[in-house]
């Protein structure tokens, strides 16, 4: 258990090969390891979790998935592929969770450093959910959801629509006005200055690239200032959000 609480802080990061716009990527060589071990690797730098589990799918396709993980020493849960919210909340009961880190599996360069933060912010203002993608002010690329796992339980109660069940927290963050929306309380992580528009994701080739080249430079581990200052002398690592 971490330090900071007795609640145990659990990152459930979601996983399949198949992509619409990039199949395949999580499994996608970074630099001589799989995308998706990238990202594991940076969340075992995290100070405040203690656990990860990879929520993936049933289907066949995601076998490798699978047989990566537990090469890796992190568990597993496999659910549906179209119900992402059940399948992550089940993945978070199946870890015994109390506090649910959501992570995506297209998020290379996730810094453990915000990670920490957002779980510290939630704890300290006590509320539901607490992020860095409500009010964007952080990379695309660094997105972290910090939740109860009560609130996770009933936003899976109570929210029907595909979309809210696909997307897992619409529902409570309220960002969708033409569908329901749950009572909770939540609190924003913002970075002093705008940079919504810098893009580390892996969404389509050139962004892996991009994320491949950033690997192949810097050496060693890395934060997302280290990531922005190298970006400062090669411009087009910054990516461009696309409208």
Same mark, same amino acid.
Request: aromatic share 4%.
């Given at each position: 258990?971490?330090?900071?609480?007795?609640?145990?802080?659990?990152?459930?990061v979601?996983a399949?090969?198949?992509?619409?716009?990039?199949?395949?990527?999580?499994?996608?060589?970074?630099?001589?390891?799989? &995308?998706?071990?990238?990202? @594991?690797?940076?969340? +075992?730098?995290?100070?405040?979790?203690?656990?990860?589990v990879i929520?993936?799918?049933?289907?066949?396709?995601? $076998?490798?998935?699978?047989?990566?993980?537990?090469?890796?020493?992190?568990?597993v849960? +496999?659910?549906?592929?179209a119900?992402?919210l059940?399948?992550?909340?089940?993945?978070?009961?199946?870890? +015994?969770?109390?506090?649910?880190?959501?992570? #995506?599996?297209?998020c290379?360069? @996730?810094d453990?450093?915000?990670?920490?933060?957002?779980? +510290? &912010?939630?704890?300290?203002?006590?509320?539901?959910?607490a992020? $860095?993608?409500n009010?964007r002010?952080?990379?695309?690329?660094?997105? #972290?959801?910090?939740?109860?796992?009560?609130?996770?339980? #009933?936003?899976?109660?109570?929210?029907?629509?595909?979309a809210?069940?696909e997307h897992?927290t619409?529902?409570?963050?309220?960002?969708f006005?033409?569908?329901?929306?749950?009572?909770?309380s939540?609190?924003d992580?913002?970075?002093c200055?705008d940079?919504?528009?810098?893009?580390?994701?892996?969404?389509?080739?050139?962004?892996?690239?991009?994320?491949?080249?950033i690997y192949? #430079?810097?050496?060693?581990?890395?934060?997302?200032?280290?990531?922005?200052?190298?970006?400062t002398?090669?411009?087009?690592?910054?990516?461009?959000?696309?409208?």
């Amino acid at each position: 258990m971490t330090a900071m609480s007795k609640e145990g802080v659990v990152a459930i990061v979601q996983a399949r090969m198949t992509s619409t716009r990039l199949p395949g990527k999580v499994l996608a060589d970074v630099c001589g390891a799989p &995308l998706l071990q990238r990202i @594991i690797e940076r969340l +075992r730098m995290c100070s405040l979790l203690d656990a990860i589990v990879i929520a993936t799918t049933v289907n066949r396709d995601d $076998n490798p998935v699978e047989a990566l993980a537990r090469r890796l020493g992190v568990d597993v849960y +496999r659910g549906d592929e179209a119900d992402v919210l059940g399948r992550v909340l089940a993945a978070a009961e199946q870890a +015994r969770a109390d506090i649910v880190v959501r992570i #995506t599996a297209d998020c290379p360069v @996730i810094d453990p450093g915000i990670v920490d933060e957002c779980i +510290r &912010l939630r704890s300290e203002r006590g509320v539901d959910y607490a992020s $860095n993608v409500n009010v964007r002010t952080y990379p695309d690329g660094l997105d #972290t959801e910090v939740m109860r796992i009560d609130a996770l339980r #009933t936003a899976a109660r109570e929210a029907h629509d595909p979309a809210l069940r696909e997307h897992v927290t619409p529902y409570i963050r309220g960002i969708f006005p033409h569908l329901p929306s749950g009572n909770f309380s939540r609190a924003d992580l913002k970075f002093c200055a705008d940079l919504s528009h810098v893009r580390w994701t892996v969404d389509r080739q050139d962004d892996l690239d991009r994320v491949r080249e950033i690997y192949a #430079t810097l050496d060693g581990p890395f934060g997302w200032l280290d990531v922005l200052s190298l970006a400062t002398k090669h411009p087009h690592l910054l990516g461009v959000a696309r409208k």
